[in-house]
């Protein structure tokens, strides 16, 4: 499976995007999705959001809950991060992952995932 992200830019505070991730795979489906991001400096891959391979479940972190919706169109195998008010400290690349679960699961551990994008990087100025 290879996903594509994209959507990222420079934004100022206060502002939007909304991050693409493009899957190749088929099944689409059957594969769990979740956004999760790198910020400048750190070194592990923050959970952002993730959603079920049916689209009737999502979860996301405390920081983005309130500013943030992640969804997913299976007939263009895509999954859509909208994330509006944004903040100098969304300042990150962004990753999508995927992985195909049995049952209509969700993850929020990076290990979890085995497919990822190359990343999207997303800055906000103040």
């Known amino acids: 499976v290879q996903l594509q992200a994209s959507g990222g830019g420079l934004v100022q505070a206060g502002g939007s995007l909304r991050l693409s991730c493009a899957a190749s795979t088929g099944t689409f489906s059957r594969y769990a999705v979740g956004w999760f991001r790198r910020a400048p400096g750190k070194e592990e891959r923050e959970f952002v959001a993730g959603i079920t391979g049916t689209g009737t479940n999502t979860q996301y972190a405390d920081s983005v809950k309130s500013r943030s919706t992640i969804s997913r169109d299976n007939a263009k195998n895509t999954v859509f991060l909208q994330m509006n008010s944004l903040k100098p400290e969304d300042t990150a690349v962004y990753y999508c992952?995927?992985?195909?679960?049995?049952?209509?699961?969700?993850?929020?551990?990076?290990?979890?995932?085995?497919?990822w994008g190359q990343g999207t990087l997303v800055t906000v100025s103040s």
């Open positions: 992952a995927a992985d195909h679960t049995a049952r209509n699961w969700l993850f929020t551990g990076p290990t979890r995932y085995r497919y």
